[in-house]
């Protein structure tokens, strides 16, 4: 498994931007299809943004699509979040998490290193 950690999480308001960081280490990171999570209280987790292990595809929820971009860098082995026009909604603490297989899942269980998780709440 991969040991991750989220950055980059704050306080702001409706319309700002916010980059999210995920630090990886202890395995073989371009091997990893990786994800974005996101869970606010009282909901479930919820699929936000993933990553193919080249990079070179990408996948979104309805909800963040033309908002919300993932990229990688696996010479850093990171990859990013970068959100854009952050809504009330958006509001939760996100989650990288990363799994072996290829192929997208929009499901938590389908992933099997997950980072603590960094909250993003954003203000009206």
């Known amino acids: 498994q991969l040991q991750l950690v989220e950055s980059g999480g704050g306080l702001v308001q409706a319309g700002d931007s916010l980059t999210l960081s995920c630090a990886a280490s202890g395995r073989t990171f371009s091997g990893y299809h990786m994800g974005w999570f996101r869970q606010a209280p009282g909901k479930e987790r919820e699929f936000v943004a993933s990553?193919?292990?080249?990079?070179?595809?990408?996948y979104y929820a309805d909800s963040v699509k033309g908002r919300f971009t993932i990229s990688r860098d696996n010479a850093r082995n990171t990859v990013n979040l970068r959100m854009n026009n952050l809504k009330r909604e958006d509001t939760a603490v996100y989650y990288c998490a990363g799994k072996t297989r290829y192929g997208n899942s929009r499901y938590p269980a389908d992933f099997d290193s997950w980072g603590q998780g960094t909250q993003v709440t954003v203000s009206s």
């Open positions: 990553i193919s292990q080249s990079g070179g595809i990408t």
